[in-house]
């Protein structure tokens, strides 16, 4: 019964959504929009969603999920044009597309590969959004046991796993970026005792540093930088032809495209992991899982499925810890808890409670959105291609003054640009020594919460650690975070290869007894 | 996309000693403020306990990045051991440094951290949006549009001595003196600003085959900051971080009884 009546609420949700025409007009607005920013090379989903952010702050918060939301979906998707076209990802989520989709251009099949990504975007988005309705629930409700151990447990957690798997060179440099987010949430009054902590007097500190401008200034200024610095010049992109839905294909593949969205939404739902790991994850594992490996980057069709199936699927999977625990699963993810708080929504658990159809909201822009995008990329494909041929140097710079400028409508105080360039600067040149960023936005984010449900379950346990071990979820917890830690040692490293090899020895000497 | 031009890993682990140091110090320096903040001693007439302390979740931050930062060294001088040490600073004495120093790659660094900082740090309290954002998008695509490496040094120049006549009217008096006959002063000087560089830009590109771009340059330079302002302005009513001149026209003419 609740289940019909929850399906009942999601279709008046959506049929709402489709009968207002502002929302429409909205939905496919950044849909495009979106797929334009995933399209030119130096622009991402993140970025994207951090703009439209500082627009949406006078929207009503249904409006500017839509917006939001549908720009994530679109620039996700929108990567695969640069990455088919001229072999050069427009989004980090689409370089496991250019393997083979740059190929398929290359033979004169550009057209079948974008109407091949489109369809399989789609799809991937939707089954995402499957994924948010039947799991949020379960998620919420067992979320609901968690005392403020657990809670503080799933942030660190959340900031070593984002740490561990996010970082392109050492692992410490990962837990590092997590900490040193960690301690910029320090920074102002403490919540518990309003103590001011780390302001060295500067009373803008006081009610801490603003997160979104700090996440623009994080995701955006080091983009802006190393474009204008590298002076890449854009290859001509290759012809495209008429776009194809290539039905017949996804049909022929629907066990990999399944496979493929279940990897994305899984890749999601783990805190910090964005959909570039999903679809280079999905691509290996359809390479793995061939019968013909060989043909992947030649131009093979089921290579562009995984990818972009995957990565789409993400959107959803990303959405599922953001929404029920507060914890982003992405990159675009955090953006949006940002956007959302400022919205005055304030995702975790009790968000069934405090806002019951919400969930049911974002997945029916979900859905809306990546029928938007398929309508969209079939139609105005061809169109969006020609963003390709805009110099970055033009628009790197205006993105640079929707940056600063969107930054300082978020609270009308110029302080917020202060801190965000510094910020996006230090972001610079801890990328290029292999810091990765999105363990340090999740630190940011998560850092009030870590810090005040340490401190309110050690006043409930009487400054006594040991509720941790006594109960199941927080031991759990635990364990996996001291597992993630050890397993970075070297003397761990050893002795379970030592082990795993005593095991490996011993077997065939039983066998030869 | 930062990644594929990051620095290899020997350089990567040089690189690495210094931002563990960096974060070491941080940690240290954390844990220190940590310990001027209450622990068990009462504050706003609350009596502490070290549970509840605000000095709790800092203490444990600062701890742990002196500690990983520990661990970056060592992994680091692992693999470099102290000769790599050495030899970093050796390259930094080294012409090789003063040369990496002069790079059009690192000249354009600089070129782009600069107007980032003007635009944020001076522009943007002081000038009307509209044309600090026509200035810094004008000097960003001179600079890496229509322009090319061997002049970059020269427009840097020219903004740094720009820059610094602007600052010292701003920070003087002087402003303040003359907006009290001539409003706007600082915004006139700005466009004043502008011209120039467009005229100096026009006399370097003139008879080469930039001036298609000299002139997309200028139409985007002037559409895109109108576009942006006058959708956050008069659409979103965003405050403009500064209002002058051009505000003060836009205003005219946007609330002009003439519309109602």
């Not at chain 1, 929850?6 to 025409?21: L, N, Q, S, Y």
């Not at chain 1, 001291?482 to 005593?502: H, N, P």
């Not at chain 2, 001027?36 to 007439?45: E, N």
């Amino acid at each position: 019964m609740v289940v019909l009546e929850r399906i009942e609420t999601f279709f008046e949700i959506a049929a709402g959504m489709v009968t207002d025409p502002v929302s429409l007009a909205i939905l496919f607005g950044s849909v495009l929009l979106g797929i334009i920013f995933g399209a030119m090379p130096g622009l991402t989903s993140t970025l994207g969603v951090a703009l439209l952010t500082a627009l949406t702050y006078s929207m009503d918060t249904p409006m500017a999920m839509i917006c939001l939301l549908a720009i994530y979906v679109g620039g996700t998707y929108g990567g695969s044009y640069a990455s088919i076209l001229i072999n050069i990802p427009g989004t980090a989520a689409a370089a496991a597309t250019a393997m083979d989709g740059y190929p398929l251009a290359k033979k004169g099949e550009g057209g079948r590969a974008i109407g091949l990504t489109t369809t399989a975007s789609a799809i991937g988005t939707t089954v995402s959004m499957l994924f948010v309705v039947s799991i949020s629930p379960l998620i919420s409700n067992f979320a609901l046991e968690f005392t403020s151990f657990e809670f503080f447990l799933l942030a660190f957690f959340g900031i070593l796993i984002s740490g561990t798997l996010t970082a392109p060179d050492l692992v410490i440099k990962g837990w590092i970026a997590g900490f040193l987010g960690l301690f910029l949430a320090c920074i102002g009054r403490d919540q518990l005792q309003f103590f001011p902590r780390f302001t060295f007097g500067i009373t803008e500190l006081e009610s801490g540093i603003e997160v979104v401008p700090v996440l623009i200034g994080a995701f955006g200024i080091p983009q802006i930088i190393d474009v204008l610095r590298s002076r890449t010049t854009m290859p001509r992109a290759e012809k495209l032809q008429r776009i194809i839905p290539e039905i017949g294909t996804v049909l022929k593949n629907i066990p990999a495209i399944v496979r493929s969205a279940l990897i994305g939404v899984g890749i999601g739902a783990v805190p910090g992991i964005g959909e570039d790991i999903a679809g280079w994850v999905s691509y290996g594992t359809a390479k793995n899982t061939s019968k013909h490996p060989e043909t992947f980057g030649t131009g093979e069709l089921k290579g562009v499925i995984a990818s972009e199936t995957a990565n789409n699927a993400c959107v959803g999977g990303a959405m599922i810890p953001l929404l029920n625990l507060g914890i982003p699963g992405s990159p675009p993810a955090a953006m949006l808890l940002g956007a959302l708080m400022l919205h005055g929504v304030t995702p975790g658990p009790m968000i069934t409670f405090e806002h019951p159809t919400f969930i049911l909201e974002v997945a029916a822009i979900l859905l809306l959105a990546s029928m938007a995008m398929w309508i969209t990329g079939m139609i105005l494909a061809k169109q969006v291609v020609k963003v390709l041929n805009i110099p970055t140097p033009l628009f790197m710079p205006i993105i640079g003054v929707l940056c600063i400028i969107g930054s300082y409508s978020l609270g009308l105080n110029i302080f917020n640009l202060y801190l965000m360039l510094p910020v996006g600067v230090i972001c610079y040149f801890l990328t290029n020594m292999g810091y990765p960023i999105a363990p340090l936005v999740i630190g940011v984010i998560l850092g009030p919460m870590a810090d005040e449900n340490l401190r309110r379950a050690l006043m409930v346990s009487q400054g006594s650690f040991m509720p941790v071990f006594q109960r199941p979820v927080s031991l759990l917890l635990f364990i996996i975070i001291v597992l993630t830690i050890l397993s970075q040692l070297g003397w761990y490293k050893r002795l379970i290869d030592r082990f795993k090899a005593k095991i490996f020895n011993k077997s065939p000497s039983r066998q030869g007894k | 996309m930062i990644y594929t031009d990051m620095i290899e890993i020997e350089k990567l682990r040089k690189a690495d000693i210094f931002s563990g140091t960096a974060i070491f110090c941080l940690g240290v320096f954390a844990v220190y403020q940590a310990f001027q903040m209450p622990m068990k001693d009462s504050y706003a007439g609350v009596q502490n306990v070290w549970y509840v302390s605000p000095a709790l979740f800092p203490l444990l931050i600062g701890s742990t990045l002196a500690l990983l930062g520990l661990i970056l060294i060592r992994t680091a001088l692992k693999e470099v051991g102290v000769q790599g040490v050495k030899a970093v600073f050796g390259y930094l004495s080294s012409t090789a440094f003063a040369d990496f120093l002069k790079q059009p790659v690192t000249i354009r660094f600089y070129g782009i951290v600069l107007n980032l900082f003007i635009f944020v740090f001076l522009l943007i309290p002081n000038i009307d949006f509209f044309l600090a954002a026509i200035l810094f998008l004008l000097l960003f695509f001179f600079m890496f549009y229509c322009g090319f490496d061997e002049r970059l040094v020269g427009l840097i120049s020219k903004i740094i001595g720009g820059t610094f006549i602007l600052a010292l009217y701003l920070i003087s008096d002087l402003a303040d003196k003359v907006d009290t006959f001539a409003y706007f002063s600082a915004d006139i000087l700005v466009i004043a600003y502008i011209f120039l560089l467009i005229w100096h830009y026009y006399q370097l590109v003139k008879e080469s085959e930039l001036i298609p771009k000299f002139k997309l340059s200028l139409l985007i330079g002037f559409l895109a900051p109108f576009t942006i302002g006058i959708i956050f302005k008069y659409f979103l009513l965003v405050p403009m971080p500064h209002e002058g001149l051009v505000v003060s026209l836009l205003d005219a003419i946007w609330y002009a009884e003439i519309w109602s």
